[in-house]
Nanobody, 121 residues
């Protein structure tokens, strides 16, 4: 069973940077699609970035494109989310997630516990 563990959240000033880490255990993520979601109170969880580990293809939500970068580390069985030029609207709980390549798109079924990111306004 794949297990995901996020770290790296915290509080940062407007315009600052944070790097979130997602350490996977239990299985290799080389044949998975890894993603970062975020959620604010009263709103649905939204996917902001994903990466196909086998090909390296990446996709970003419009709200973070150009500021956030998802990157893999196959040796460490991990993915990262580098977040630059943070804005107050980036404040949320961030979740790492995964689905097998054979799983339908958006049917992510492995989740971490979440890490809080707060951007001071």
């Amino acid at each position: 069973q794949l297990q995901l563990d996020e770290s790296g959240g915290g509080s940062v000033d407007i315009g600052g940077s944070l790097r979130l880490s997602c350490a996977a255990s239990g299985r290799s993520i080389n044949n998975y699609v890894m993603a970062w979601f975020r959620q604010t109170p009263g709103k649905e969880r939204m996917r902001i970035a994903n990466i196909y580990m086998s090909s390296g293809a990446r996709h970003y939500a419009d709200s973070v494109r150009g500021r956030f970068t998802i990157s893999p580390d196959s040796e460490k069985n991990a993915v990262y989310l580098q977040m630059n030029n943070l804005k107050p609207e980036d404040t949320a709980v961030y979740y790492c997630s995964a689905r097998r390549l054979s799983t339908p798109a958006d049917a992510y079924n492995f989740w971490g516990q979440g890490t809080q990111v707060t951007v001071a306004s």
